[in-house]
């Protein structure tokens, strides 16, 4: 039989997978958020999302791939520094509480998401596939999402979408540069504090793995102002749950 602990990592691998395939972010968040409500140590939990997301993004951007969702050039500019930023950031996390970084967070997230909103409703000309600064976006998303235990997607799509770039070229493009800076992020985890909960980990993957191309069908078939829309509004409710975390 299969234990019910390692149905409930997949259950919470599944339903993250799913809304971070479909928008292009929130996986990492997700998944932590819920680990944590499930009594996981904070450490173990970013620890543990990252593992698992070497897997699942590599799914999620193997179907992204396939369905023409991917733009290479914007994936090295994306890939080689946000490796740089992960390798950084879960070096000094043991350092720095996450919470400190998610709050630090918070005003970017709530500005983005008013300024996507607001682009969704109105409409605008495409941009460039890949807008100047994307190397240094790249580092400090990295960065970020290793400290935070999320905030790599949240920070490059609403960036990316916000200056233009196509969002399901976008989505498809995070996701496999997330897969690279995800290995980089756990293997420095490993180094530091071993595979302490495998059957999160485990879990993560089944769910992720199995939900991946369900997700990347949404993003290639959802309108662009749609998919700016909802991006938007993932990215307040982000900042809206930090602010609660923090002061609730």
């Given at each position: 039989m299969i234990p019910a602990e390692f149905l409930t990592f997949a259950a919470v691998g599944a339903?993250?997978?799913l809304v971070d395939g479909a928008l292009g972010m929130a996986y990492g968040v997700a998944s932590a958020a819920?680990?944590?409500?499930?009594g996981v140590p904070p450490v173990t939990a970013t620890a543990s999302v990252h593992q698992a997301e070497a897997f699942t993004c590599g799914a999620s951007g193997l179907s992204h791939w396939l369905a023409g969702n991917v733009r290479w050039r914007l994936f090295w500019m994306l890939a080689i520094p946000g490796v740089i930023g992960a390798v950084i950031g879960a070096a000094v996390v043991v350092h720095v509480p996450a919470d400190w970084m998610r709050l630090a967070l918070t005003p970017y997230l709530l500005g983005m998401g008013v300024f996507l909103l607001m682009r969704g409703a109105l409409g605008r000309p495409p941009g460039p596939?890949?807008?100047?600064?994307?190397?240094?976006?790249?580092?400090?998303a990295g960065f970020a999402d290793a400290v935070a235990g999320g905030g790599w997607s949240a920070l490059t799509v609403t960036t990316l979408v916000a200056r233009g770039a196509t969002p399901r070229m976008v989505i498809g493009t995070?996701?496999?540069a997330k897969c690279v800076v995800s290995i980089a992020a756990s293997v420095s985890f490993l180094l530091m504090i071993g595979l302490s909960h495998g059957t999160a980990v485990l879990g993560l993957i089944a769910g992720g793995v199995v939900a991946a191309p369900v997700g990347a069908i949404f993003a290639r078939h959802m309108p662009a102002r749609v998919a700016t829309v909802l991006a938007a509004i993932a990215v307040l409710g982000l900042g809206v749950n930090n602010v609660v975390r923090a002061f609730g």
């Open positions: 339903l993250a997978q819920m680990l944590l409500g499930l596939d890949v807008p100047r600064g994307t190397p240094v976006l790249g580092l400090g995070v996701h496999l």
